[in-house]
C-alpha cells in the first residue's frame, strides 16, 4: 500500500490568498515527497525531501502566525501552540524515517503527518478564516 498524497479543494480555502498559496505549497511539497517514495528513491533523497516539507511547514507557520498578530487573532497562542506541536510530530517523524528500513513504518509516519497537516487546516487555520469573516 502506497502513502495517499494531499488534495487541495474549496472546503479547504481560508479565502485569503496569500495563506492559500502556502497551503497549496506545503500540499505540494508532501505530494513530491509521496512522488519519491513511489518512484523508490534513495533513502538519503527521500530524507533530504522529507526536511523540505518541514522547511516548507516552518516557513509557513512563521508567516501564519505574523498574520495572525496583524489581525488581532483572539486564538493566537492556541494556534501557535499547534504550530509547535505539529512541527515536533514532523521532526519525530523524520528521525523514525532515518532509522527505519521497513516500507510499513514509513508508511504509517507519513500516513501520520498527513492526517496531522490535514487535521490542522481543517480544525485550526480555518478559524482564521471564520474571525475575520466576523470582523467585516
Same mark, same amino acid.
Given at each position: 500500500?502506497?502513502?495517499?498524497?494531499?488534495?487541495?479543494?474549496?472546503?479547504? +480555502?481560508?479565502?485569503?490568498? +496569500?495563506?492559500? @498559496?502556502?497551503?497549496?505549497?506545503?500540499?505540494?511539497?508532501?505530494?513530491?515527497?509521496?512522488?519519491? =517514495?513511489? @518512484?523508490? &528513491?534513495?533513502?538519503?533523497?527521500?530524507?533530504?525531501?522529507?526536511?523540505?516539507?518541514?522547511?516548507?511547514?516552518?516557513?509557513?507557520?512563521?508567516?501564519? *502566525?505574523?498574520?495572525? *498578530?496583524?489581525?488581532?487573532?483572539? &486564538?493566537?497562542?492556541?494556534?501557535?501552540?499547534?504550530? *509547535?506541536? =505539529?512541527?515536533?510530530?514532523?521532526?519525530?517523524?523524520?528521525?523514525?524515517?532515518?532509522?527505519?528500513?521497513?516500507? *510499513?513504518?514509513?508508511?504509517? +509516519?507519513?500516513?501520520? =503527518? @498527513?492526517?496531522?497537516?490535514?487535521?490542522?487546516?481543517?480544525?485550526?487555520?480555518?478559524?482564521? @478564516?471564520?474571525?475575520? =469573516?466576523?470582523?467585516?
Amino acid at each position: 500500500m502506497k502513502p495517499r498524497k494531499l488534495s487541495w479543494n474549496e472546503k479547504l +480555502s481560508t479565502e485569503l490568498c +496569500s495563506l492559500d @498559496r502556502d497551503h497549496k505549497n506545503l500540499i505540494e511539497a508532501f505530494n513530491v515527497f509521496v512522488d519519491a =517514495l513511489d @518512484r523508490n &528513491e534513495p533513502s538519503d533523497k527521500l530524507l533530504d525531501m522529507f526536511q523540505a516539507v518541514i522547511n516548507e511547514l516552518v516557513q509557513h507557520f512563521a508567516f501564519e *502566525e505574523k498574520m495572525m *498578530e496583524n489581525i488581532g487573532f483572539k &486564538e493566537m497562542i492556541e494556534h501557535k501552540q499547534h504550530h *509547535e506541536t =505539529l512541527n515536533a510530530d514532523a521532526v519525530e517523524v523524520l528521525s523514525e524515517l532515518r532509522q527505519s528500513e521497513s516500507p *510499513e513504518d514509513i508508511l504509517a +509516519s507519513v500516513n501520520f =503527518l @498527513r492526517a496531522l497537516i490535514m487535521k490542522h487546516m481543517v480544525e485550526q487555520d480555518l478559524k482564521i @478564516r471564520d474571525f475575520i =469573516l466576523r470582523g467585516l
